[in-house]
């Protein structure tokens, strides 16, 4: 099996032609009958040893952070930290590998988070403790950026960085409950608006620019969903696995409206970016909303109903997807649409 980086690699190499490349990749969309941008390619396994590598580096680490600990608590961290970074210039700068090198990147960024922490205080500490833990991470994010240039990193780091304006605002102005959920809300959209930085500078899907912007989709859609419906006031899958006596609270109608007409306009965005973490992260949420109108209704449909209702409503939607989004597409202005994947 052959990567896009890997397409990409030849091509610097001079094993093959750019055009040759570009037929290659034709050749393949013809097949599938879809372009290789409507396909969401992202890099995650260059094989099973990727498998075998991860688990070896994960086992390797937690063993070093178990024996650190020894010292301080904070010292197992940070030798974790260290070592990840250093596992890094082999398997990520020499080897590139796909999946070792997001988990090094992770058990960079998790292992520095936690020793930061304990260092500063302790879990639970003030929130202004958690959100210096959080840039300081953000800052190693970037570092680590700059020298391996792992697609996950920059998701990741906007990710660290609203959580620690969140958390600065929670400790700064502690009585107005929902002002974290309303600026994770709008860092969700800037981060939307970074992966279609990321996006729109490579339409065709075909470099690193392109797995950049799948991560930052990626990191984007639970900051927008999750706030927009939580400000609704809808709780998510929990509820469908509540008790039964939990779920006697009277469900608010007009909120689970109001959340399908915002999954229908979150999936329209989907199909017009052609990218579907929007509708994955919103799942849970519609399926409650759905859960909630069939209770109010006569139609009183179970879970499962619901689920197997928004199932086949999205196998639906994958097998039209490219017809739905050249319906879309043709809505827009010529200049957005010459900047979006081609369906």
Not at 80 to 86: E, F, I, V
Request: aromatic share 10%; glycine share 8%.
């Amino acid at each position: 099996m052959y990567s896009e980086a890997d397409l990409d690699a030849a091509v610097s190499a001079g094993v093959l032609s750019p055009e040759g490349a570009a037929a290659f990749r034709s050749f393949v969309a013809g097949q599938r009958a879809s372009s290789p941008a409507d396909e969401e390619h992202f890099r995650l396994l260059t094989g099973f040893n990727d498998i075998f590598v991860s688990i070896a580096l994960l086992l390797t680490l937690f063993a070093l952070n178990w024996v650190a600990k020894a010292a301080s608590p904070w010292a197992g961290s940070f030798a974790m930290a260290a070592a990840s970074w250093g596992l890094g210039e082999y398997f990520t700068r020499r080897r590139r590998m796909a999946l070792p090198s997001i988990v090094l990147f992770l058990t960079f960024c998790g292992s520095l988070f936690f020793g930061l922490l304990m260092l500063l205080a302790t879990p639970g500490a003030h929130p202004t403790t958690t959100a210096a833990a959080l840039a300081l991470t953000a800052g190693g994010a970037y570092l680590h950026w700059r020298r391996f240039m792992v697609p996950i990193t920059l998701a990741a780091g906007a990710a660290v960085t609203v959580g620690a304006v969140a958390m600065l605002a929670a400790g700064a102005v502690p009585d107005i409950k929902q002002l974290p959920a309303v600026l994770f809300l709008l860092g969700g959209f800037a981060v939307f608006a970074l992966a279609m930085y990321w996006d729109v500078s490579d339409p065709e899907r075909k470099t690193r620019r392109s797995d950049v912007g799948f991560w930052l989709h990626l990191a984007a859609a639970p900051m927008i969903v999750h706030p927009a419906f939580s400000l609704l006031g809808l709780s998510g899958i929990g509820f469908l696995f509540a008790p039964a006596a939990a779920q006697q609270t009277p469900p608010d109608l007009g909120a689970a409206i109001i959340a399908i007409v915002l999954y229908l306009a979150l999936a329209a965005v989907a199909l017009i970016v052609d990218r579907r973490a929007l509708l994955v992260s919103a799942l849970a949420y519609v399926l409650y909303a759905l859960t909630t109108l069939f209770k109010a209704s006569s139609l009183n449909m179970s879970a499962a109903m619901t689920c197997l209702l928004i199932g086949s409503a999205l196998l639906l939607l994958s097998a039209l997807w490219h017809r739905a989004r050249q319906g879309l597409l043709g809505l827009l202005p010529v200049g957005l649409r010459s900047r979006l994947p081609r369906p």
